[in-house]
């Protein structure tokens, strides 16, 4: 990860943050439950949301060690118990059937593996366990705009740290094997918010 990327993160997403993303985080994050496992934490933007009513105790990954850094002054200040460890989504330093809920936000287009990243989710999480995703994903309508950001992709992800801006991330949910339960569009389809249940 670049030293820049996670200095200007936070900045440069605030005005995206205050537009949208932060109601659609609190609605992604109030249905977390019981023991849950955030992948790709980054600067702990969701820690605030966890509701400690319904929430015990919240596992993070966050490979970057500048984002971690961030991620813990956050992590003090919310109202539920949040460890955070340097790992990756491909390889989950976790147990079988270890967390009733995982979430991960726009993070599955950064992770080089992430086939790989949603069956290690699918291991760590119970049966019948939550998966709630809030990711952007590839434009199909008009198909114009989904060739753009293939053309685009090359360039974004040396400039943000691996991102890309083309990924299908509701085709990867359900070859996962993933159950999608429900799903919503934002942003003319840009931004995709994915609830499914791991049936195993």
């Not at 985080?25 to 319904?54: M, P, W």
């Not at 049966?127 to 753009?148: A, Q, S, T, W, Y």
Request: with cysteine.
């Amino acid at each position: 990860m670049g030293k820049w990327f996670p200095v200007v993160y936070d900045c440069v997403m605030e005005p995206l943050e205050k537009r949208f993303i932060r109601d659609i985080r609190k609605q992604l994050i109030g249905k977390a439950e019981g023991n849950v496992l955030e992948i790709g934490s980054g600067t702990g933007a969701n820690f605030h949301y966890y509701d400690h009513e319904l929430v015990e105790h919240v596992m993070t990954i966050e490979p970057s060690q500048r984002m971690r850094e961030q991620a813990l002054q956050k992590a003090k200040r919310a109202s539920v118990p949040i460890e955070i460890l340097p790992a990756k989504g491909e390889d989950l330093p976790f147990s079988d059937n270890m967390f009733d809920t995982v979430v991960g936000t726009l993070v599955l287009c950064t992770i080089a593996d992430p086939m790989r990243a949603l069956g290690e989710i699918r291991r760590v999480c119970k049966p019948g366990g939550k998966v709630l995703l809030f990711e952007h994903v590839r434009l199909n309508d008009p198909p114009m705009l989904g060739k753009i950001q293939d053309w685009l992709t090359p360039v974004w992800k040396r400039l943000c740290d691996g991102c890309h801006l083309n990924r299908n991330t509701l085709e990867m949910a359900k070859q996962s094997g993933l159950e999608i339960i429900d799903t919503e569009a934002y942003h003319n389809q840009l931004f995709l918010f994915i609830e499914a249940l791991n049936r195993k």
